[in-house]
């Protein structure tokens, strides 16, 4: 079957730019994740959909980053008059919503802000 | 304040050998902990859970044990091959209702040289 996919897979924009980010999870699972991974930094959790439940956005950095689901299934990650240190890679995971599920990970969109 | 720390960014053994990934947590109390591995240009992939009321868990040539005195977590390959070449991260989830939300480490750039 397939895997979570992502796109674009790179993405280059100018500053103050908006952005949209698409994630495909895996088919069947409740639970999809969006991620930053900056170089040199860990994975930094941005918001959590779990089916029909409101979002845990507590870990957006800024009100210019949204995220919504649709249908609960595909989501797209919004980033609004983009900034430098927005450059980073955006990982988006899904899994099957139970705990201590292992989350399945797409490539990634790596984004540049000029 | 929370904090995941790997023992070191990179980490170079020889073919054959065992490598031991290190992951130390302080201000932290997990339900469980997972190992991804994530291969350059691509996302993490999970590799094995272990619960707070286990010591050890085997797969394969993996091992991983959980020391909650401690406040540590050690990964083991045993027998390395230049294929286990990747970066290796620690993952962390609270207690209770939030324990979806995964804390990563920064990760061990893991080079096996033949």
């Known amino acids: 079957g397939a895997g979570v996919s992502q796109s674009p897979s790179n993405k280059v924009t100018e500053k103050g730019k908006d952005v949209e980010l698409r994630c495909d999870p895996i088919s069947g699972h409740t639970a999809l994740y969006w991620y930053r991974q900056s170089l040199g930094q860990g994975l930094e959790f941005l918001i959590y959909f779990q089916g029909n439940s409101a979002p845990d956005k507590s870990g957006l950095p800024s009100d210019r980053f949204s995220a919504e689901r649709t249908g609960g299934s595909v989501s797209t990650l919004t980033i609004q008059r983009t900034q430098q240190e927005d450059s980073a890679v955006y990982l988006c995971?899904?899994?099957?919503?139970?705990?201590?599920?292992?989350?399945?990970f797409g490539p990634g969109t790596r984004l540049t802000v000029l | 304040s929370q904090k995941i720390e790997q023992n070191s960014e990179a980490l170079n053994i020889q073919e054959g050998k065992t490598a031991t990934l290190t992951c130390n947590y302080t201000n932290y109390s997990p339900a469980y902990l997972q190992w991804y591995r994530q291969d350059p240009g691509r996302g993490p992939v999970f590799l094995l859970l272990i619960r707070e009321n286990e010591k050890e868990k085997r797969k394969e040539r993996l091992k991983v044990t959980f020391d909650t005195t401690l406040k540590q977590s050690l990964f083991h390959i045993t027998a390395s091959q230049p294929a286990d070449s990747a970066t290796y991260l620690c993952a962390l989830a609270p207690q209770g209702a939030g324990s979806y939300q995964l804390t990563f480490g920064k990760g061990t750039k893991l080079s096996v040289i033949p």
């Open positions: 995971a899904s899994s099957s919503g139970r705990a201590n599920n292992e989350q399945f």
